[in-house]
């Protein structure tokens, strides 16, 4: 069974939001509710990038660990749904996600703020496939359609990768090789922008 995944190639994406114009026109979406957002780093300055997110249906995900009711669950394909009639709105699943995938339609305290809304990489819900209940709760089921997301399928640039795991990172795998970037691809060098080598260690041994 194939493991599902996204990855965004922040080299090739360009900030267009055709992503997240497309998740909401097949979701149909309420106003509020974003499952996917361009983020950019750098605005305005030289080596700005910018990069797709959304729920990255994460292998130990935070969310899960911390609902009170267990409304989350993982799918045969590894993605990370959940079931919106267990759903109580109390905003854990906001506070731990480290992407701040979880959307809540209304801002309020405890109960308030109404049912939890995330990516669901468009694999629905715990209805019956492609019925109207399930796309009232949880968007469009492409991938019961056999069809990949769309967020996906509309990049222009093809930055943002959706599928089997393993054939999105041969395909990462074989762009950062044409590049011609080597070790230096996720170097010291990119993650702190110094001159590749480690900082010196301070007193007590940390660096």
Not at 47 to 57: F, N, Y
Not at 74 to 97: P, S
Not at 130 to 153: D, H, I, Q, V
């Amino acid at each position: 069974m194939a493991r599902m995944k996204f990855l965004c190639d922040a080299e090739r994406c360009i900030e267009c939001n055709g992503c997240v114009t497309a998740c909401k026109n097949e979701h149909e979406t309420p106003w509020g509710i974003s499952r996917r957002r361009v983020v950019t780093l750098g605005d305005g300055k030289p080596g700005e990038t910018s990069i797709s997110v959304a729920c990255m249906h994460c292998s130990d995900a935070p969310c899960m660990a911390v609902c009170p009711t267990d409304c989350f669950y993982r799918t045969d394909e590894g993605l990370v749904l959940h079931d919106k009639d267990q759903c109580i709105g109390c905003g854990y699943c906001f506070y731990a996600c480290p992407f701040g995938a979880p959307q809540f339609p209304q801002a309020g305290n405890f109960g308030l703020r109404g049912k939890m809304d995330k990516c669901t990489f468009c694999a629905g819900g715990p209805e019956k496939d492609n019925s109207e209940e399930e796309f009232k709760k949880y968007g469009r089921n492409r991938l019961a359609e056999g069809k990949l997301p769309l967020c996906a399928e509309m990049c222009a640039t093809k930055a943002l990768l959706a599928g089997d795991a393993d054939v999105i990172a041969e395909i990462f795998r074989e762009r950062a090789l044409r590049r011609g970037k080597g070790g230096q691809l996720w170097g010291w060098q990119h993650a702190y922008g110094k001159d590749g080598a480690p900082a010196p260690a301070r007193e007590g041994g940390k660096t």
